[in-house]
């Protein structure tokens, strides 16, 4: 089993060569500071740019990590391709299909194009797919889909994570791209049921903290096939993991994703909060952290990070 401590995890090899390289790609990297914390929400905006943490989880179980893994922040949008995952446990993937595309978009994040006719958003790895993914995961009532949401995170990274009510508080307030979103869904008939109680899960599910660290280990068991690396905890069976990582390749990071696929060569996502989780599949899963965004929203750091980590490794897939 894996043991914590104030939320550090214990089964790191001390002084292990492969963390000192992560250490040395972290060094070289530190001083570029290109970027500014997202500023669209309040409380992200008050992140300490300077932050930069990097994991690796392999499916062994050991993490190897360097900097600030261990500094909790919001997951934001790393959570969608996991939620996804979760849906397609629950739902199958012609269900899902049914309700939200698997095409790139070719836009930002909060892009408000939907598919005309049908009304569907074009993946689950921008805001409005990820609205309907957070909808379709298995539940009676919101609070359910919520408690099966944050279980469902907690069993991918591994520990019980929890939810920071300040930044959610934030995301509601101020969220109106989104909701509007959701209501053109909701019209169009590919968002069912209450918008309002829709809208906060999915705002609750970006605001989940976790660490470096974690995503690392939640892309691990992605990479795995969908058992987690340090738990042996199966969370969703291997087809379920195939498919998200496909998606994950094609629009893990927005407008960026084929820029991504061409210099790095594998399935990612990020996340607002300077998050960035990549998994090698059937070897291991990584995390980046750090703060400031380029234009796309995507960490400069975690994405000069990655381009460095393939290929002096020739991780790329193809
Ligand atoms: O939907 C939003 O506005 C955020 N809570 C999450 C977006 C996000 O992380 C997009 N990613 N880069």
Redesign the pocket.
């Known amino acids: 089993g894996v043991v914590f401590d104030c939320g550090v995890r214990q089964n790191k090899p001390p002084d292990d060569p492969l963390a000192a390289l992560l250490d040395r790609v972290r060094v070289r990297l530190r001083d570029l500071t290109d970027g500014e914390p997202a500023s669209?929400?309040p409380e992200l905006s008050r992140a300490d740019p300077d932050l930069f943490g990097l994991s690796l989880c392999a499916l062994d179980g050991q993490v190897y990590s360097c900097g600030d893994c261990d500094v909790p922040f919001t997951v934001?949008?790393v959570s969608k391709p996991f939620v996804f995952a979760l849906a397609l446990a629950d739902r199958g993937l012609e269900d899902v299909l049914a309700r939200v595309g698997a095409e790139p978009s070719g836009e930002g994040?909060?892009s408000i194009r939907l598919e005309p006719g049908t009304g569907r958003p074009p993946n689950p790895m921008v805001?409005a797919g990820a609205i309907v993914t957070s909808s379709l995961v298995a539940g009676a009532s919101a609070e359910e889909r919520f408690t099966r949401i944050l279980a469902g995170l907690s069993a991918f990274a591994g520990r019980d994570l929890t939810v920071d009510g300040a930044v959610f508080a934030s995301?509601r307030s101020t969220?109106d791209r989104?909701r509007a979103l959701a209501y053109l869904m909701h019209n169009a008939g590919s968002l069912t049921g209450d918008v309002e109680e829709q809208l906060a899960t999915?705002?609750r599910q970006?605001s989940v903290l976790v660490t470096c660290d974690d995503l690392a280990v939640m892309h691990a068991t992605l990479a795995g096939g969908g058992t987690n690396p340090l738990t042996g905890e199966r969370v969703v069976a291997p087809r379920n993991a195939q498919h998200v990582l496909a998606v994950m390749a094609t629009c893990g990071m927005?407008d960026a994703s084929g820029q991504w696929m061409l210099r790095v060569g594998l399935p990612a996502k990020?996340?607002?909060?300077g998050g960035i989780g990549v998994a090698l599949p059937g070897q291991f899963g990584i995390g980046v952290f750090s703060p400031p965004l380029d234009e796309k929203?995507?960490s400069v750091r975690a994405i000069a990070a990655c381009h460095l980590l393939s290929e002096q490794f020739g991780l790329h897939l193809m």
């Open positions: 669209y929400i934001q949008s994040f909060s805001n995301e969220g989104n999915y705002f970006c927005y990020s996340g607002v909060s929203g995507n």
